[in-house]
């Protein structure tokens, strides 16, 4: 009995945590002006807001469901591995769209790779 | 017996993770569903192996989850930072900030694992690698000290990668 309670307030505690983290990463969006830094926002709330939300899933089905949930780490693990990619597109189309600030060349080589259009495949005019 | 087994098991660490997989997938452990993982797990990447033409190279695993550790602390960490930057911070105070880093790590697996990690850590953002793969373009959300930031992915990130990968 005392065990489920603190159950209840362990996942209340982990749901507010989960919907500040949210809250604070839809303000980010909101708030920036400018698309990169806009970029940071959504890539932070993905992993501790949604985190928070998984650990009160696994920690409700551990005590009132059929006992402990794993599926919650695969659903973290490929939402760690998946977030990273999507952000690194959209970085990548924000540089070829030339707003804001320029990014310095590389120290080691010539140009980003995304940037460097290989002799073969003239841009359009 | 190391050609039978190089034969049965082209990636011996995809199979172990497909394991894995297949029985977080399934919720609940039973002897039949592990067997039939096991023969999922060994038929994947034998067929596979074709699209996969060179072996990846041996991982330390326990400096892995050791790195994984530190990885997800200072993703906590870092997230209450970002969380009181988006706050209290008004927009004409913010200095945002590119960041090249020059890459020591030649593997395309250890660089993946570094971009990914700086995209997670919250406050820094890879947005591309440079055409030859020696440098590493990294978006910092507020920084008064760009150097610093290529000094702390280099010296928390980067060295421990390169005795992870060998």
Known sequence: ?125 | MAKAFNWLLPHPLLTLLLVMVWLLLQNSFSGGMFVFGVILSVIIPKFTAVWWPDRPMGIRLGRMLLYSLLVIWDIIIANFEVAWIVLTRPNSKLRPAWVVVPLDLVKPEAITVLAGTITLTPGTLSADLSDEGHSLLVHALHTDDPSAVSYDIKNRYERRLKEIFL
Request: hydrophobic share 50%; proline share 8%; glycine share 8%.
């Open chain 1, 1 to 125: 009995m005392i065990l489920e309670n603190i159950a209840v307030y362990a996942l209340v505690l982990f749901l507010l945590i989960g919907s500040l983290f949210s809250l604070v990463g839809v303000i980010g969006l909101l708030k920036f002006n400018d698309p990169m830094t806009r970029l940071h926002a959504p890539t932070k709330v993905g992993t501790v807001g949604v985190g928070a939300f998984l650990v009160a899933s696994m920690i409700n089905s551990a005590t009132f469901g059929d006992g402990w949930s794993m599926q919650e780490l695969l659903i973290m693990i490929f939402l760690f591995v998946t977030a990273p990619i999507s952000a690194n597109f959209i970085a990548k189309v924000h540089m070829h769209s030339q707003v804001g600030k320029t990014p310095p060349p590389p120290i080691k080589d010539d140009i980003w790779s995304t940037l460097a259009v290989p002799k073969s495949d003239p841009p359009e005019e």
